[in-house]
């Protein structure tokens, strides 16, 4: 059980905060809107809080926990650009990322976001499926 507490601490954490950022500011917590509205100028302030806090996030957990979490990426650079800029550009797309369909639109029952979410959900299954079958 000890495996899946920080897990289940870090999931608690991000529906804390997604949910924080609806009833105080009524706003979606999806990190491509959030990006995208900061690039464009809109809400500045609230919008950088939200992206620093995402990239404080790592070093608050190393002074918490003297570590950093081990994370093993086995993929070349190559495929990891691939894969962003494909995630983005569904993110544009679908209007809308994992972060805001996943978390909180499917927990406001939102139609569009069950599908978003179904189809991210297979296009992932589906990808791992073709890249291991070439051996990638």
């Given amino acids: 059980m000890n495996a899946y507490l ?9 529906g804390a905060s997604a949910t924080m950022l609806l009833l105080l500011n009524g706003r979606i917590a999806g990190i491509s809107a959030i990006v995208g509205r900061l690039a464009q100028g809109v ?5 950088l809080a939200f992206v620093l806090g995402l990239l404080l ?13 081990v994370v093993d990426i086995t993929a070349g650079w190559p495929l990891i650009i691939v894969a962003g800029l494909l995630v983005g550009f569904g993110s ?3 209007s809308g990322c994992t972060s805001g369909h996943g978390v909180l639109g ?5 139609p569009r976001s069950m599908v978003a979410v179904a189809t991210f ?11 291991r079958s070439l051996g990638i």
């Fill in 106 to 110: 499917l927990a406001r029952l939102s």
């Fill in 57 to 69: 996030g790592p070093i608050a957990y190393l002074l918490v926990f003297g570590d950093r979490p």
């Fill in 92 to 94: 544009r797309m679908g």
């Fill in 6 to 14: 920080p897990s289940l601490a870090g999931g608690m954490l991000i």
């Fill in 121 to 131: 959900l297979t296009a992932g299954m589906v990808a791992v499926a073709v890249l």
């Fill in 43 to 47: 809400g500045v302030t609230t919008n």
